[in-house]
């Protein structure tokens, strides 16, 4: 069964400090590998997405990381602002005849001053 | 551009009740799709559409419909609506698959049915 888990579900942490999340997947045949971010109240953005090939990719203090052989991905977020504070997405996309988009449950991040 | 735009943004339904979602995006997009988020869950696919006037079903398209007459507008229809369907609505959009590209997502309805 295709499945998308993240860890932890939901974190608090300081501002200024740095931290990861967590996604692992059972989801065949891979395509590709997305990272949402979802502020309260509006709809996911994407922040990056990496396929098979891509190992590790950056938008700003996000940096996601794919490793295709443990079908592990991670989400790090250098020097934590308030603005972080969110709930982060986890997504796989399934190709072939049975292609679809798989989400995470997410994990609630709490970025306190 | 004003991207993808949602309305209502709050919504209480009594059982058995009817309305419809409205979703419009003014990128141009093919593609656009219907989402529900639960608390605690992951989102679920309803609907989507892959141009005007062709729409498809998703994982949980029971109890909705949807038509695309044109490439701006995707509503979502309740006809009867029961508890079970209180749930966040997200409508989204993209220029191709949503399998390989961005997609663009509205900021969400929020409906409860009593």
């Known amino acids: 069964k295709n499945q998308v888990e993240q860890s932890p579900q939901s974190l608090i942490i300081l501002e200024g400090k740095n931290c990861t999340l967590q996604?692992?997947?059972?989801?065949?045949?891979?395509?590709?590998l997305r990272w949402y971010k979802q502020d309260t109240g509006r709809g996911p953005v994407s922040l990056t997405i990496?396929?098979?090939?891509?190992n590790t990719k950056s938008n700003g203090r996000y940096t996601a990381t794919l490793d295709a052989d443990t079908k592990q991905s991670s989400l790090h977020i250098t020097a934590s602002q308030l603005s972080d504070s969110a709930s982060y997405i986890c997504?796989?996309?399934?190709?072939?005849?049975?292609?679809?988009?798989?989400f995470g449950q997410g994990t609630t991040l709490q970025v306190k001053p | 551009n004003a991207g993808v735009t949602q309305t209502p943004k709050f919504r209480i339904l009594k059982i058995g009740q009817s309305m419809t979602l409205q979703c419009t995006q003014d990128?141009?997009?093919?593609?656009m799709y219907w989402y529900r988020q639960d608390p605690g869950m992951g989102l679920k696919l309803i609907y989507y559409?892959?141009?005007?006037?062709?729409?498809d079903k998703g994982e949980v398209p029971n109890g909705y419909n949807v038509s695309r007459s044109t490439t701006e507008d995707f509503p979502l229809r309740l006809e009867l609506a029961a508890p079970s369907q209180t749930s966040v609505y997200f409508c989204?959009?993209?220029?191709?698959?949503?399998?390989?590209?961005?997609?663009?997502f509205g900021p969400g309805t929020r409906l409860t049915v009593l």
């Open positions: 989204a959009s993209s220029s191709e698959r949503a399998l390989t590209d961005t997609q663009y």
């Open positions: 996604c692992n997947y059972t989801v065949s045949p891979f395509s590709n």
């Open positions: 990496m396929t098979f090939s891509e």
């Open positions: 997504v796989v996309s399934a190709t072939g005849n049975t292609g679809k988009l798989i």
């Open positions: 990128m141009n997009h093919n593609y």
């Open positions: 559409s892959v141009g005007a006037g062709i729409t």
